[in-house]
């Protein structure tokens, strides 16, 4: 009984800061995982490097029209993966309505994906600050899934330095940074060694966008 009064009154939606909405405990975090397992089966994960040679050691791979991509060359999104010349495997249509449902309830609608970048997180990596500039249109909101792993997120602001503002994201949670938090600096801290039912020791991040 107390649980069903605690899911009354919680709200399913939180505006933490001007453009950042968080759904905790929002995706059924099987339906997700499944599908980046799928992908992983047609794209193992990789390590990309920077522009100036570093290995970036999140690893990632996407799904879509088009994927985040970095190397030797720069940022940029690719319509293909420069490795095989394939096409990235597609956004499943149920994926992509349940994307487009919670950008519509954070006040943005008919946001439709056009890529998917899966990033996966092992012990001991973070992700340093930066901010997401390779996008055509920066009116568009980002949309993160989190699964397995939980994590520290940090939302700087305009700059790079000072204190963080932190937002701790766990399995089945989802985030929408649009309007006036587009623009900001983040980053994920170092991830602590876990054990998680889902994904054992391993934080997976699905970031969905309207790269073009
Ligand atoms: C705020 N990923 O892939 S997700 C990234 O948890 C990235 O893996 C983090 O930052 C992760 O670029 C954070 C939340 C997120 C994603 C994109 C943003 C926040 C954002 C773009 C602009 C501002
Ligand atoms: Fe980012």
Known sequence: MQGDL????????????????LFR??????????????????????HMVTPGGKRINVAGISMG??????????????????????????IPGDISQIITVAAAKAGFPNFIPDSCFI??????????????QDEVDFDQ???SVSLGASAIFQVFGEKRGGKAFNIPLHS?????????????YHGVKKLEEQNHPLTG????NLTFRKAL
């Open 65 to 90: 029209d088009c994927g985040w991509y970095s190397d030797r060359r720069g940022y940029r999104y690719e319509l293909k993966d420069p490795i095989t010349g394939k096409s990235w495997p597609p």
């Open 141 to 143: 909101p980002i949309v």
């Open 201 to 204: 020791n391993l934080r997976i």
């Open 6 to 21: 605690l899911t009354i009154i919680t709200p399913e939606m939180e505006e933490l800061a001007p453009g950042i909405f």
């Open 119 to 132: 990033n996966k997180y092992e012990p001991g990596v973070r992700l340093t600050a930066h901010i997401d």
């Open 172 to 184: 089945g949670d989802l985030l929408i940074f649009g309007g006036p938090a587009r623009r900001v």
């Open 25 to 46: 405990k929002y995706v059924d975090e099987a339906l997700f995982y499944n599908v980046v397992k799928a992908a992983v089966a047609q794209i193992p994960f990789r």
